[in-house]
């Protein structure tokens, strides 16, 4: 995702917001500055609150390993965050923090914004279960960085989907919803808002 990127605006009825979030198991790209704690970007997306990501958010997973302490840096050119509430099971137990079945857990966690470098670096972030139900809708309506295609194939799995759409702008331009999907093919980087239309 690029400044260059064209946005992508969909409006969709407001009761149909949170069958939206499923898109973020996918994995958006959200812009922030770099050398930045885990709990730093986390407390900057809306809704993440201190209490919310210290009490909610159990399980977290950095580049494929899973991590205990929410000051450890952001590292790699493209960092893959995901994130979820408590999982069911043993695996649940094993990687949740503050988890008796791990020895290094921290104790408490500030999460205060650090100093970072001036270097923006693009995290892809994945949200599951209720933390993606809780906070997708306001981190959609924030917009995130995707691609077209994901866009075009998170919508031909869920086709009913598209029946929620009231509005569809495309770099300035209103398409039919219809004709949707087609155009998003053609599109590599895209900044993609999704708002509830409340009329």
Known sequence: MTEASPVVEIKVHADSINRYSTLLQMGVDIETQGAISIGTFLNRLPGFTADYI????????????????????????????????????????????????????????????????????????????????????????????????????????????????????LAGQHLDRSDFIKHLHRLDAIFLIIRKDDV
């Open 54 to 169: 210290n009490n909610r958010v159990q399980t977290i997973f950095l580049n494929g390993s899973a991590i205990d302490d929410l000051q450890k840096p952001l590292t790699g050119s493209r960092p893959v965050l995901a994130i979820s509430a408590a999982m069911p099971g043993l695996a649940g137990a094993i990687f949740r923090r503050n988890s008796l079945h791990a020895v290094l857990r921290s104790d408490g966690v500030d999460i205060s914004v650090s100093a970072g470098s001036a270097e923006p670096v693009a995290v892809t972030l994945k949200l599951f279960n209720m933390i993606a139900q809780e906070k997708g809708a306001d981190l959609l309506a924030r917009g995130v960085g995707c691609t077209g295609t994901q866009l075009a194939l998170f919508l031909t799995d869920n086709l009913e989907l598209i029946s929620t759409i009231t509005q569809v702008i």
